[in-house]
């Protein structure tokens, strides 16, 4: 239901609409070619960094997203946290705590409206502040993160990848539902009759997956389009040197991302924001003569929660028997892999498939020739993709490849790291607030057990010895409730001003937490670290 057809179906765009997006693009390229590129200063970026965007309670989840990168990738790493206009009263936690959170003195707030006019920052917000955070951070080589992500493991910026193609980008859940018209738009063609791949497997030929009736392919298998599946932004890696007019124009495209673009890329189904727009500016380029190349990696995005009781999210403990029907996954987190085995793992694919298959093809002509001299080579090739089609074509083979390949981030989204929110509703308790609620409606409810469990399962283990869990927790303690240590995060002095009895249920807010972390440190695992 991806196809052509079945795309041009969800939102309508007419005619008038199209030319006119596709004039004001044409003029932008024109602008970005020959007056904006030639003039700035690319220089001014140096070395590498990561970048978040902080402000109000995105500066509190940064908090702890900086101890992890600290303790698995490094204590070197040069950090900026972009602030937005409108968030003045960050001064208590770069003055107060950053120093506390980060003794080496390489992370620093930066804030954003001393860097931008205000005609420049007037109705920007949200997603689109990504895009010009990535412009307006000092380093070269980037890594963009989104504040409640969180590095486990590896490290980054000397990645074979981003010296060969300079933008990394990982995948989401969703496939790409870009209308057709996108393409048109920014100038790339779409060769509507020609399959290029099979979803994100650029490997295998096309000969074993062609298909009777093209317009049923879906859409973004056709050559021309960006390959499935869709971009996740929650992490991005970028070489300015090579990209800078890439993230120039994804800029463009987020400016005018809640009145056209956004719309456009998720259609109002895959989500919408920022997450699309980079490898579109990449394409529109290409598609101009520019060659921006990236690599968006094959492991598939992962899933990180527990299993739990449908009416109420608590989860199902071992020794409880649940049939399968009677059980749902609470998703809580998104798991990305490693940049450079990803890329190691897509080589190895390539050469083995391609390899095998170059070999059989060999081996099928000769029998062929040894049986009649005088064969058409064409028509006994013809006749090895039929006989190969006949065993079907599974797209696993291809994704086996990539099976191992480790997690780097932790794109715990669902909900976030919010404490005082989590404390609001006892969530993560077995009888807490969210899941009497959820019971109201039965009067001979009682929990099966009390207090607190974590969020993600004992599949975490696997994947990093450093308790993310924990070591967050550990960080709200020791930070948002020392004495008065609310003032330092604007977000909570806010939310306490506004908020009947709001020192008391800060108070009690600090007593979710301590409860929070002894159950966390009484159910960590032997060999696990926090720093």
């Avoid at 650029?202 to 009777?212: E, G, R």
């Avoid at 498939?353 to 062929?368: C, M, N, P």
């Amino acid at each position: 239901k991806v196809s052509k057809s079945e795309l041009l179906k969800c939102i309508q765009i007419t005619p008038d609409a199209e030319d006119e997006l596709k004039n004001l693009h044409k003029s932008f390229l024109s602008v970005l070619e020959k007056k904006i590129m030639p003039k700035y200063p690319i220089s001014m970026y140096r070395g590498d960094g990561i970048v978040f965007v902080g402000g109000g309670r995105f500066t509190m989840f940064v908090m702890p997203a900086i101890q992890a990168i600290r303790a698995n990738a490094g204590r070197d790493i040069p950090i900026e946290i972009m602030i937005p206009p409108g968030n003045n009263h960050e001064s208590g936690f770069c003055e107060n705590i950053l120093p506390l959170v980060d003794p080496s003195g390489l992370t620093r707030c930066v804030f954003m409206e001393t860097l931008f006019d205000s005609k420049t920052m007037k109705n920007v917000k949200g997603y689109q502040l990504k895009a010009l955070a990535l412009l307006a951070s000092s380093f070269r080589k980037t890594l963009l993160l989104d504040a409640d992500n969180y590095v486990v493991n590896s490290s980054f910026f000397d990645s074979e990848i981003i010296e060969d193609y300079g933008m990394a980008l990982w995948p989401d859940y969703w496939k790409r539902l870009h209308h057709p018209a996108v393409y048109d738009i920014v100038g790339s063609h779409v060769d509507s009759s020609r399959r290029a791949r099979f979803i994100m497997d650029t490997v295998s030929p096309s000969q074993l997956y062609q298909s009777d009736d093209i317009s049923k392919v879906p859409f973004h298998d056709l050559d021309g389009t960006i390959p499935d599946g869709g971009t996740e932004s929650g992490q991005l890696l970028v070489d300015k040197y090579k990209h800078l007019d890439t993230i120039i124009l994804s800029l463009y495209y987020n400016y005018n991302g809640p009145s056209y673009y956004y719309p456009l890329l998720g259609q109002g189904l895959a989500g919408e924001g920022d997450k699309d727009t980079f490898a579109l500016a990449a394409r529109a380029l290409s598609a101009h003569g520019l060659q921006r190349y990236f690599y968006q990696l094959r492991a598939p995005v992962g899933a990180l929660g527990y299993w739990a009781h449908p009416k109420d999210n608590v989860p199902i403990l071992d020794d409880e028997h649940v049939p399968e029907d009677q059980r749902s996954f609470r998703g809580v987190a998104m798991l990305q892999h490693d940049l450079d085995l990803d890329f190691k793992a897509y080589k190895k694919a390539y050469t083995e498939i391609k390899s095998k298959l170059v070999q059989d093809l060999k081996t099928f002509r000769k029998k062929a020739t040894l049986s009649d001299a005088s064969a058409d080579l064409a028509n006994v090739d013809e006749l090895f993709w039929k006989e190969r089609r006949k065993d079907g074509y599974d797209v696993n083979e291809f994704l086996s490849y990539f099976s191992d390949v480790p997690v780097t981030f932790i794109h715990s989204h669902f909900p976030k790291y919010n404490p005082w929110e989590f404390a609001q509703d006892q969530e993560f308790t077995f009888d807490g607030k969210k899941v009497m609620s959820d019971h109201k409606d039965d009067p001979n409810f009682k929990p099966t057990h009390h207090g607190h469990f974590r969020m993600y399962d004992h599949t975490f283990q696997k994947l990093s010895n450093y308790d993310l869990e924990l070591a967050n927790w550990l960080s709200f303690k020791e930070h948002i409730c020392r004495e008065d240590g609310h003032t330092n995060f604007s977000y909570l002095a806010e939310e306490i001003e506004k908020t009947e009895h709001g020192l008391q249920r800060y108070e009690e807010m600090c007593k979710y937490i301590d409860e929070r972390v002894k159950m966390l440190k009484s159910t960590t695992w032997e060999g696990s670290r926090v720093n």
